[in-house]
């Protein structure tokens, strides 16, 4: 299976922290991606990395690739309580149409 | 520039009837993937389309689900007959053609939740 999985599966920290997630996968892969959802609602991108790419930043999260691990990581520095929330990792694979394979997610909980 | 739409957020049907569910891409994306997504689970892929073309359809069961994408107007993912077991949120995201930058990345919708009774 392509399928990424996200580790840990719950996360629990106090506001001002920093989070890391992990995402480990199974094949050779084209992009990795990582989404956020709130309880209910849509997902929403936060940072595509292609598998030439080791790392990228946006504002304050760092998303890492280790494509000979097959894994990645979601850094959320100086948390908030707005960034609790579910996270997941969804890759692609060559071959796939760019479909995305998504894991179960880690569901962060920022305490202020 | 708007992001991906769909509608209706919220349907609710009784087992036997049909849903319809309707997706918007972003302005200039021409590929849209349709993905469900069970309660505490992450999203399962059902079909890719391009306008006027089904181009992967393997995560769609086999029966009573369809997809289109046609020339004019939003992509419609169709389920016939609903039974419990359809009910989830349905997501729909778009990705701009794959000559442009940024290609590869998904834009996903705020979803469909279907709820069967």
């Known amino acids: 299976s392509q399928q990424g999985e996200e580790d840990p599966q719950a996360l629990s920290i106090q506001e001002g922290e920093n989070a890391t997630m992990n995402c480990s996968y199974k094949t050779s892969i084209n992009n990795l991606q990582w989404y956020r959802q709130n309880s209910g609602r849509g997902l929403v991108h936060l940072i595509l990395?292609?598998?030439?790419?080791r790392e990228k930043h946006s504002g304050r999260l760092r998303v890492t690739l280790d494509t000979s691990k097959k894994s990645s990581s979601l850094l959320i520095t100086a948390s908030r309580a707005a960034d609790t929330a579910s996270y997941f990792c969804a890759t692609d694979f060559p071959g796939s149409n760019y479909k995305l394979t998504f894991g179960k997610g880690t569901l962060l909980t920022v305490n202020p | 520039n708007a992001g991906v739409m769909q509608n209706p957020r919220h349907l609710v049907r009784r087992r036997g009837q049909e849903a319809r569910l309707r997706c918007s891409p972003m302005?200039?994306?021409?590929?849209v993937y349709w993905y469900r997504q069970l309660p505490e689970e992450g999203l399962k892929f059902m079909v890719y389309?391009?306008?006027?073309?089904?181009i992967d359809e393997s995560g769609m069961p086999k029966e009573r689900f369809s997809a289109e994408f046609p020339k004019e107007g939003p992509s419609i993912l169709r389920i016939q007959q609903v039974v419990r077991g359809d009910s989830a949120a349905y997501f729909c995201?778009?990705?701009?053609?794959?000559w442009g930058g940024g290609f590869g990345e998904q834009y996903v919708g705020p979803g469909t939740r279907l709820t069967v009774t």
């Open positions: 302005k200039g994306h021409s590929h």
């Open positions: 995201a778009s990705s701009p053609p794959t």
């Open positions: 389309l391009q306008k006027e073309n089904i």
């Open positions: 990395i292609r598998s030439n790419e």
